[in-house]
Every structure is written in structure tokens, then in C-alpha cells.
């Protein structure tokens, strides 16, 4: 059903550096190879999820560990970026309740790059891979835009 849903897309994987990276992230933990021979735009496919799909994602029970591995590459792929353009390390922190609630966090030295609040965990995802990419990128030019501004911060 995803999968549709990003054939749908007009935006190509190739044109956005950020997903070039989340999708460098994704297979980064397919350890058993089961993403080798999918395209890209397939491998993104569980990140596009419409109005109607969301709804129908319980909110009732722990978060599907799929989901927090999803939202996980998300902000790696962020911090992979920022580390690029500002040639400062990153770390990332996803911490989640049972419910779906929490926090995202990635930090450059004592610096505080991207400070994001999570709602609704169970029903990550976007209405398509420009929104994906959209958000995706907007959020790391936010981030590389603070470590620019505070450089002596982002320093160890």
C-alpha cells in the first residue's frame, strides 16, 4: 500500500540529498540484506503514509519497534548532513514513552542542534516523499544554520 503511495510521487531520490541519506541510513540496518534489490523510493515507502492510513494506525499499545527505527533514521540522516556541511560530529537521541510521546535530540558538542517534540509516534510519517524531503531538509538547514552560528559551542 505504501509503496503506491511513493510510485505516486513526482520528486525522484536521486534530486534530494536528504533522502539520498535517509535512505543510506535505512539500509545501514538491514543487516540481513532484505533491502538490497528494492529501489530506493520502495525502501522509503513506510514513510509516506496518507490521512486516511494514519487514521487507522492505533494509537492503543507500545510503539511498533519498525517505527521507532523509522523516526531513528530520520534524525541520523539529519545529523549525517549537518555533520557533512559543518564538518562537526553529531549525536542522536530518540527517546519515546510507550504512548508516543517524546523527544528527538541531536547535539553537536555541547550544542543543541535540532530539539524536536514527538507526538503520536505510532503514526510517523508524511503525505508523500516531497513532504518527507521537504521537512527533512528544512530541519537540517535549521540545524546547520545554529552550529554556524555558535561554531565555538559545536566544538568538543
Known amino acids: 500500500m505504501t509503496a503506491t503511495n511513493s510510485e505516486q510521487s513526482t520528486l525522484s531520490v536521486s534530486d534530494s540529498p536528504f533522502l539520498q541519506e535517509l535512505v543510506r541510513q535505512i539500509r545501514a540496518y538491514d543487516h540481513y540484506g532484505v533491502y538490497k534489490s528494492w529501489t530506493d523510493e520502495l525502501v522509503l515507502g513506510p514513510y509516506v503514509i496518507n490521512k486516511k492510513q494514519k487514521r487507522e494506525i492505533s494509537l492503543e499499545g507500545d510503539i511498533d519497534p519498525a517505527t521507532k ?15 557533512k556541511e559543518t564538518s562537526q560530529l553529531c549525536q542522536v537521541i530518540v527517546d519515546l514513552n510507550h504512548e508516543g510521546f517524546g523527544w528527538a535530540l541531536v547535539w553537536s558538542g555541547r550544542l543543541m542542534t535540532v530539539c524536536r517534540t514527538l507526538r503520536d509516534a505510532h503514526r510517523f510519517g508524511f503525505n508523500s516523499l516531497e513532504k518527507l524531503a521537504d521537512q527533512g531538509e528544512k530541519i537540517t538547514q535549521s540545524g546547520i544554520e545554529i552550529v554556524q552560528h555558535f561554531p565555538e559551542v559545536a566544538r568538543f
Not at 527505527?69 to 545529523?79: N, S
Open 69 to 83: 527505527l523509522r523516526i531513528l533514521c530520520f534524525y541520523r540522516a539529519i545529523a549525517s548532513l549537518i555533520e
